[in-house]
């Protein structure tokens, strides 16, 4: 059980194009949900948390405008990287929670890596 | 602050036990976890701890929790070259959405 998948995997895009990067809990309901970002060979980077059908917290320094993020249902979370370039190349993992488990156990996404040419 | 600190490489014989640390800040942490990394992927969750623990045992994994010292390690058995990869700990602090601080990652590689 505890399953989150993400999709796509891998992307390569165009300076100034738009990406959507989706996060699904296969067979639970995840309350909440976390955006990472990861840098080679570096920790985790939490970019946002969003809670089923409210708005995003976003930490400092993350742009809201350039990372929009949906969570629109209990099982599925969408992270849009708006007019991407290449410094926004990264590898963008997700995780989902269930608030109702008292644990506050995250799981993850398998993680996505983003090219931008 | 919040500062969670692990040493950045481990390097064991397949066979032996391996000893990953982890220092905290936050004395409010409710529980802490270990992950593990491997390349190119997720983070799986491999084992959790209250912070009202101090000892935990599954398998052959062994987490030891020194609050007082705010210090956890993660010990592996007999260490597997399957287990080499990169293992964060991570604490949940009580904020609100109950977010995770996690530590820099230890590489842990197992000759063979």
């Known amino acids: 059980g505890a399953v989150v998948s993400q999709h796509p995997s891998w992307v390569i895009c165009k300076s100034g194009t738009s990406v959507k990067i989706e996060c699904r809990s296969l067979?639970?309901?995840?309350?909440?949900m976390f955006w990472y970002r990861q840098f080679p060979k570096q920790s985790l980077m939490l970019m946002a948390t969003s809670n089923e059908g409210s708005k995003a917290t976003y930490e400092q320094g993350v742009e809201k405008d350039k990372f929009l993020i949906n969570h629109a249902s209990l099982t599925l979370s969408t992270l849009t990287v708006t007019s991407a370039h290449p410094e926004d190349s990264s590898f963008y993992i997700c995780?989902?929670?269930?608030?109702?488990?008292?644990?506050?156990?995250?799981?993850f996404g398998a993680g996505t890596r983003l090219s931008v040419l | 602050g919040e500062d969670v600190e692990q040493s950045l490489f481990l390097s064991v014989r397949e066979g032996d036990s391996s000893v990953i640390n982890c220092t905290y800040t936050d004395s409010s942490s409710t529980y802490l976890y270990w992950y593990k990394q491997e390349p190119g992927a997720g983070l799986q969750l491999l084992t959790y701890?209250?912070?009202?623990?101090d000892m935990k045992q599954d398998q052959r994994l062994t987490v030891l929790l020194n609050k007082k010292d705010k210090h956890l390690s993660l010990r592996i058995a007999d260490t597997q070259t399957g287990d080499s990869a990169i293992y964060f700990c991570a604490e949940s602090i009580p904020s609100g959405t109950y977010k995770y601080i996690f530590g820099t990652g230890t590489r842990l590689k197992v000759l063979a």
């Open positions: 701890i209250f912070s009202n623990m």
């Open positions: 067979d639970f309901q995840a309350t909440t």
């Open positions: 995780s989902a929670s269930n608030r109702d488990e008292a644990k506050n156990i995250q799981y």
